[in-house]
């Protein structure tokens, strides 16, 4: 009260020199002050308050209470930053005479039309993308061609750590088609190149016998026994041979690149043919040399 009475004597003090437009101004300074520490104070409270009940044994249910906390904040933060806006506009007088000029010059119509229409298709979009429980924070996504680990969800875009740590933000929008690797359990595929003339059962066998040393070894990663389902290409003298592994989610990238290079080193021990590709040069006179 004794603030609110401190700053009404400012205001009258400065209104009897002329000076009314400088406490305008002050006045909304004040206000987007308060928001500001209106909105800190919500997010401070949402965390401490989701902190307290978040699930540390189970990850899924940890991932949707983070994603709650996120979506709270920043609808906390658009709603507190409207009124704020609304009050300043209030605060300075120019709430009559913003509604006619719009309403005569149809500027309003003109906004909504253009400018907010992003801005309400990416919002309805998040909104859908958070009801549907398509993707949490710390999942790992591809969404408008970019994968990487959500960081945050917003009502308006999501936040994307990618595997060089880049952060990219992605209006809700934008996402067309959404990949989720965090959900259900992956396929670890391992292509091998070799030459046309090796035995194809044989080096199937001993990439099979890998796979399935290494399953033993990763324990709990993996969600199933090796499979080889035999070769999958064959052109220019070389032909793929594929084996795969079925693993927890998130797991394939490096049950790939684990197997491969044993698979290879196996390879070169056992002296399978490395692949070539056939080159003819031709003479002057058209023939192969």
């Not at 209104?15 to 009314?20: E, F, I, S, V, Y």
């Not at 983070?66 to 506009?89: E, M, P």
């Amino acid at each position: 009260m004794a603030t609110a009475a401190f700053i009404r004597q400012i205001d009258e003090l400065l209104a009897d020199r002329g000076l009314g437009f400088v406490s305008a101004i002050i006045d909304v300074a004040l206000i987007f002050l308060v928001a500001w520490f209106v909105v800190r104070a919500i997010r401070f409270v949402v965390k401490r308050a989701l902190a307290a009940r978040r699930p540390a044994a189970d990850p899924a249910r940890a991932r949707r209470f983070d994603t709650a906390a996120t979506l709270v904040v920043s609808a906390a933060k658009y709603a507190v930053y409207f009124l704020a806006a609304a009050a300043a506009v209030g605060q300075l007088g120019l709430t009559a005479s913003m509604t006619s000029l719009l309403t005569a010059a149809g500027i309003g119509g003109v906004v909504i039309g253009i400018g907010a229409q992003s801005l309400v298709k990416d919002i309805v979009s998040g909104f859908f993308l958070l009801f549907e429980d398509q993707f949490a924070v710390g999942d790992t996504i591809t969404a408008a061609g970019i994968t990487g680990t959500v960081v945050a969800i917003n009502l308006r875009t999501t936040a994307i750590r990618s595997y060089t740590g880049e952060v990219s933000v992605v209006p809700n929008g934008s996402i067309a088609t959404l990949t989720n690797y965090s959900r259900t359990n992956a396929l670890a595929v391992v292509d091998m190149p070799v030459s046309i003339r090796a035995d194809a059962k044989k080096a199937l066998a001993f990439m099979l016998e890998e796979a399935k040393a290494y399953c033993r070894e990763i324990g709990g990663r993996a969600a199933g026994e090796p499979e080889a389902p035999g070769a999958i290409r064959a052109e220019n003298g070389v032909m793929v041979l594929r084996v795969v592994i079925p693993v927890k989610p998130l797991e394939h990238w490096s049950v790939q690149r684990e197997l491969t290079a044993r698979v290879a080193a196996r390879f070169e021990k056992e002296g399978v043919p490395a692949p070539y590709e056939r080159v003819f040069v031709a003479n002057r006179q058209g023939e192969d040399v």
